[in-house]
């Protein structure tokens, strides 16, 4: 199994973690790409349902679509009302032209992208919108710099390259800035999740983990602080039938 496959199944062992700490969608983010009440959403690689719960308080009927056992266990018992099933992007559990949206929150970057475009196009009626959002640490404030150049060096989160699909006009690029407040310890177990930590060899992976602990015990901005906002930039793209 490549590494990219390694990486995609590491989040079920850590569904609690996940629920707990990983962060939601804001609802402006939601708003970019669907401004009305009421329509019907496929949220893929639901995970634990963060986008699920976000688009069902927007007021959407949502199915959520998730591959891992015990990611589908966490969701149900933490998000009501959401029909949760069985299935991946490329073969999505859901009727032809059936969908308002088809929605990837945190999960694009996992599936084969034609595939899933196909797939996503085949369920969605006539005037759907593709969406793919990206929670990524907003690198300009520079304790989270500091922090992101340990857990992912060389890479600049907040630069991505919008997804190639077909099948759908133009894609539309939002930003949304917002911020999640964690203390300290809660901050090593969020990024404990981050799947290139996650599955880095043990010894590696604390060596990281106490690397973020002493950005957050030493950085003059945080200092003696019992809880820490961490910034993000919230990347939406969002694609037309065409």
């Known amino acids: ?10 989040f079920g062992r850590q569904a609690a973690l996940y629920q707990r700490l990983r962060p939601g969608y804001p609802a402006q983010a939601i708003a970019t790409f669907l ?31 998730e591959p891992d056992a015990q990611m589908r266990a966490t969701l149900t018992e933490h998000v009501a ?19 308002d949206a088809v929605c990837y929150g945190q999960s694009w970057h996992w599936v ?5 475009a196909r797939e996503a196009r085949r369920v969605l009626t006539g005037d759907g919108v593709l969406a793919m959002l990206w ?33 759908f006009g133009a894609g539309v690029l939002e930003r949304v800035t917002w911020q999640q407040r964690l203390s300290a310890e809660e901050i090593i177990d ?11 060899p043990p010894a590696e992976r604390d060596a990281l983990l106490d690397a973020v602990r ?9 200092r003696g602080r019992a809880e820490i906002e961490i910034p993000y930039l919230c990347r939406v793209y969002h694609y037309r039938v065409r």
Do not use: C
């Open 1 to 10: 199994m490549d590494n990219h496959s390694v990486r995609a199944r590491s």
């Open 35 to 65: 401004p009305e009440r009421g329509k019907r959403v496929v949220d893929v690689g639901a995970g634990t349902g963060k986008l699920s719960a976000a688009l069902a308080g927007a007021g959407h009927d949502v199915i959520a679509v």
């Open 81 to 99: 009302g959401i029909d949760v099933r069985d299935g991946t992007g490329e073969a999505l559990p859901v009727a032809d032209g059936s969908a």
């Open 112 to 116: 084969e992208p034609q595939a899933a």
């Open 135 to 167: 929670n990524v640490p907003d690198i300009r404030v520079p304790w989270v710099r500091e922090m992101v150049a340990i857990t992912h060096p060389g890479q600049n989160p907040l630069i991505g390259d919008e997804p190639v699909i077909t099948g």
């Open 190 to 200: 969020l990024v404990s999740t981050w799947s290139r930590i996650a599955t880095s």
């Open 214 to 222: 002493d950005v957050l015990s030493t950085h003059p901005d945080l």
